[in-house]
């Protein structure tokens, strides 16, 4: 069975930094484009960050310039940095990762239980 386990958040003040990971469990299966979303209280669900199996990255405009994307493949594991925080980046953080389990061929989207990253002004 695969499974997302994201890692990470916590209360920081504003201007600091955090550092997210999103680790995928389980056996026999491919990974291919990964995502982070976030989600704040009263707000709808919102993608932050995008990163493909070849590692090529997109980032929502509210982001660009102060989060970075990566994954280790060998690791199964995605990360955010996300530094210069404000208040606003205040949500509970998802990962989400299309994947496909060999023993069925089945391609599905999986997510994480969200991390919760608090920015204190």
């Known amino acids: 069975q695969v499974q997302l386990v994201e890692s990470g958040g916590g209360l920081v003040q504003s201007g600091g930094s955090l550092r997210l990971s999103c680790a995928v469990s389980g056996s026999k299966f491919v990974v291919n484009a990964m995502h982070w979303y976030r989600q704040a209280p009263g707000k709808q669900r919102e993608l932050v960050a995008t990163?493909?199996?070849?590692?090529?990255?997109n980032y929502a405009d509210s982001v660009k310039g102060r989060f970075t994307v990566s994954r280790d493949n060998a690791k199964n594991t995605m990360y955010l940095q996300m530094d210069s925080l404000q208040p606003e980046d205040t949500a509970v953080y998802y990962c989400?990762?299309?994947?496909?389990?060999?023993?069925?061929?089945?391609?599905?989207?999986?997510w994480g239980q969200g991390t919760q990253v608090t920015v204190s002004s």
């Open positions: 989400n990762a299309r994947i496909v389990v060999l023993t069925t061929l089945r391609q599905d989207d999986y």
């Open positions: 990163i493909t199996s070849g590692g090529t990255t």
